[in-house]
């Protein structure tokens, strides 16, 4: 074997593995829990050493695995096209597009909260 597929092993397996740690980390979080390294490495079958390599804190964790973008695009829409400069019909607009999104990517929304307030 040389050298460059050895090392293409390797590559493979580093991201299996991490690909792994991620795939249970958005199951624990799709169920409302906060994943942790340890969590995620419990339920990915990987050693907790192992998952620390990859993501040596929770916060590098929870950064990989959330992603609000799409969920705010339908916002950024919105407010890119008001057609009114009633306040109060503004904030009406806001709340009918965001109320439905909040409800839906509630537990993605919260770790992401978490992550930037504790940051």
């Known amino acids: 074997m040389t050298v460059s597929r050895q090392g293409d092993l390797r590559a493979n397996q580093k991201a299996r593995t991490r690909g792994a ?5 958005l199951e624990l979080m ?3 829990t906060p994943p942790t390294v340890a969590d995620a490495a419990e339920r990915a ?4 050493a192992t998952a620390y390599r990859y993501f040596p804190t929770q916060e590098a964790l929870l950064v990989e695995i959330t992603d609000i ?3 705010v695009e339908p916002i ?5 096209g008001l ?3 009633d306040i109060d019909e503004r904030l009406q607009q806001l709340l009918r597009a965001m109320n439905p999104i909040a409800l839906a990517e509630e537990a993605p929304m919260r ?3 978490r992550v930037y307030l504790d940051t």
Do not use: N, Q, W, Y
């Open 21 to 25: 740690l991620v795939d249970a980390a």
């Open 30 to 32: 799709r169920s409302g």
């Open 45 to 48: 079958r990987v050693s907790r």
């Open 69 to 71: 973008e799409p969920s």
């Open 76 to 80: 950024e829409e919105m407010l890119a």
């Open 83 to 85: 057609d009114t400069d």
């Open 111 to 113: 770790t992401t909260l």
